[in-house]
Structure formats: C-alpha cells, structure tokens
C-alpha cells in the first residue's frame, strides 16, 4: 500500500514510524514531514491546510489511504476532501471533527447524553460573560470555543482574572474567531488522564492511558506549551476507572455522535479529569495526542494499517487492540524560551544512537535539513526523546539518559516529567 501522511510534527513522526513497522506498506509520504521523519517517509512540500495540493498529489501517486493528523485540517474537511475524489482517509469527517472544533458542541452534547462533564455555560458576547462572571464562583475555566493551538484555555483563580480572560478572548481576539464564542466552566480537580481510542462509527477500542505536562518549566510552573513530556501507562487510571468511563463516557460517546448524524471514524482522545466525584470530560480532541502518541505507539502491539482500515470499513469490533505490558516516558527538548520567544537553525547532534531499536526512540517535532544537509532545530517543540521500560520509573531513567546524549544550541527540557509516578 502507498500511504500519505498530513502533518508534520513528533506526532506524525511516531504515526510514520509505526506505520513504517507494517509489511502491508509499499511505500510512505509525509506532507510536509520533517527532517526526522525523512528517515521513514519521502517528505513532500505540501502545507497541512493546502488540500487541493494534497489531492491532486494523492491521485498522482495512486495513494491507497490517507492519514490526516493535526486538529485544523479535520476540523476544516480534509477528510472529506479525499473521500469526494475517492481516496480512502482516516480520520473524523468535518460534521464529526466538530467535537473538538467547537467546545459549545461537545459540552452540549455531553449534557444532552448524560456524559459526566463539568457544569458550564456559554456566551456569544463579552457583556453577558462579563455580567455572569459577576456572581459566578471562582477559580473558573475559560474556553474559546474554536481551535485555538491547544491554548484557548485559561484558568482563572480570582474573578479579575476572569474578566481580563474575558478581553484577552472575545475583545481583544488573541484566537481571532476562536473567541467570538466562549465557555465558562466549573473549575475541576483532580488527576488529569489522557485516553485516545479508534472508533469506526460505532465501535470503540481503547488505546493505553498516558499522561501529559502542559507546562514549561517544572513544577507544572511557566506557560502552557503543546506539551512538555508524557508518559504512559498512567497509575492512577485503574481498572475500576477504566470501565466506568468505558460505561459512562466512551461509549456513549460515540453513540451520541452516531446520534446526532455525526459518525465519528478516527481517533478520539478523552481528555479527563479523575475527581472525587469520579472521571470527567475535561475536553475531547478528534485526533491523537502530541506528545500522547509518542509514549502510547512504541507499546502498541497492532499493525496501525490493520487499524486504520477497520476504522474505515467499520470492522473494529473485529481488531483485538493489544499493548505491551511495559511503560514509556517521552522527554521533550525544546528550544530555550519557547513557547514564546527562541532561536531556531541550530545542528543537533547525537542523533545517531538512535534508531527504534532497544526501545529508544526520537521522534521529531521540529527539526530540518539545512543547506548543507545538517539537520537543524526549527521550532519550539524539537525533538521528542522516548524510552520503554519494564516499569514507568525505569523507562524514565532510560528517557533522562537518552536525553542527555543529544545535543544543540539553546537545548531546553524539564526535569520532571512524569514526577507523578513517585506519587502512585
Ligand atoms: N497533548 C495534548 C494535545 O495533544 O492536545
């Protein structure tokens, strides 16, 4: 099979690299890719948003299935842009990415179905925000309802707060149109867990648990970043956990979307919340998780084109979804002062000890070849350092120790990814 990839960042990466693991794949594409997964997949210049450009090279190269990854392309009909000239695609429709593309969708529909979620309201000028926020309890949580990078969410401590959020989203635009509408949402708390499943329409199969680090500094200190390090299994997503919220909220999910007319085919990442009253939707995404994929593929059993197929046809129910019993921690090294300000052109060096094999792994995020055909940083996020271990505290050492042998200019990571586990 020929494969074409959307994205281009450590999650496509480590899509590529499983994908590349599958003797059903001929050949990979990757639009437009980066320096790190040149090494698995021919990288074609091709932005994520340009689909006429992706479909008219699809058909070129007779391309068998296409998988599209990152949440803006879903969300504006990549999907359904393939399928309209007949090439298979993984991946939510547009009527479907919505559950991620619109908080104000997917919290009404979690409250239409009964799915457990945070109490919230939503407001489509900033005056009747602004006069809720008068009397409403804070912290309080802010959500614009569009994409918005993953940084749309503000956390509110004091009812000043509040109101300035108010002006950064709707008045002052800092998401342009992602903040014409909000959500104002009870504040939540407890352990956060992130669960990506595939679905087919009306199956679903879980994937492993995983943990993410929003922030940039550690201590969970600094601004939100795309995400810092992950790890995964989670310890505190247990048994009990797992089938309520296989009862309660992954299931009905999907069915409520089927519901609606929306048949949701791809990745769903339940983004929850383990309070003391029991799990919560905190947020939904129509994709998988960056950095999330890069700790939960390397322990996954499964041909991913087997899977991807089922999704497809509507044959999940026939895939039996299996995970090592290890663990992975993914470190992420980044450029110093992202995600505001940072250099980017650097050589990174000491790649070379690793290759997949050995349960390492490093999966780029932004990374390209210079002139001289040295690969070099080019973004924030720049490499994600991924190692498997028996237990979570070993895959640990393991990622620290890898971390340490790569090298660039500016190099910057946290030092406590996955600090929870001491805690389990
Ligand atoms: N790691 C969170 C996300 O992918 O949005």
């Not at 990549?78 to 593309?101: H, Q, S």
């Not at 949402?185 to 009306?202: C, H, P």
């Not at 991807?308 to 470190?331: K, P, R, S």
């Amino acid at each position: 099979m020929k494969i074409l990839i959307i994205g281009g960042g450590g999650r496509e990466h480590a899509i590529a690299w499983k994908a590349s693991q599958s003797p059903k794949v001929e050949k990979l594409y990757c639009a437009p890719g980066n320096a790190g997964i040149a090494a698995v997949a021919e990288c074609v210049n091709i932005p994520v948003m340009d689909f006429e450009a992706q479909v008219k090279f699809a058909k070129e190269k007779e391309i068998d299935l296409v998988v599209v990854a990152p949440d803006d392309p879903l969300a504006a009909g990549a999907v359904d842009a393939f399928e309209a000239a007949g090439i298979r695609a993984f991946g939510p429709r547009k009527n479907a990415a919505i559950l991620e593309g619109s908080k104000a969708f997917s919290k009404d529909l979690m409250k239409k179905y009964g799915i457990p979620t945070a109490a919230y309201e939503t407001f489509d000028t900033p005056e009747t925000a602004l006069a809720y926020l008068e009397t409403a309890p804070v912290p309080i949580v802010l959500k614009a309802d569009g994409l918005a990078l993953g940084k749309g969410v503000l956390i509110c401590k004091t009812r000043e707060e509040a109101k300035e959020g108010v002006k950064t989203l709707m008045l002052d635009k800092q998401f342009g149109s992602a903040g014409d509408r909000i959500v104002v949402e009870q504040f939540m708390t407890g352990r956060e867990v992130s669960v990506l499943s595939f679905v087919d329409g009306k199956t679903i199969k879980v994937m492993t648990s995983a943990q993410d680090h929003k922030r940039a500094k550690d201590g969970d200190q600094g601004l939100n970043t795309g995400g810092m390090g992950t790890f995964s299994p989670s310890p505190f997503y247990t048994a009990e956990i797992d089938a309520y919220c296989r009862e309660h909220i992954y299931q009905p999910t999907v069915d409520a979307m089927r519901a609606e007319g929306r048949e949701f085919k791809g990745v769903i990442f339940f983004g929850l919340m383990l309070t003391a009253d029991g799990p919560k939707v905190l947020e939904y995404n129509a994709r998988f998780g960056d950095p999330e994929t890069q700790v939960v593929l390397p322990r996954m059993k499964n041909d991913i084109v087997d899977v991807f197929e089922a999704c497809i046809d509507g044959t999940l129910d026939q895939i039996d979804l299996q995970f090592d019993d290890n663990a992975a921690v993914c470190v992420v090294l980044a450029s110093d002062g992202y995600p505001e300000h940072y250099e980017k052109g650097f050589p990174i060096s000491g790649l070379d000890a690793f290759n997949g094999k050995n349960g390492y792994y490093v999966f780029h995020a932004g990374s390209k070849f210079n002139a001289d055909g040295e690969i070099v940083t080019n973004g924030g996020r720049v490499l994600g350092v991924t190692a498997l271990g028996d237990t979570l505290k070993d895959a640990r050492r393991n990622a620290y120790a890898a971390a340490e042998r790569i090298s660039f200019a500016n190099k910057y990571m946290r030092h406590d990814i996955g600090r929870a586990i001491d805690e389990a």
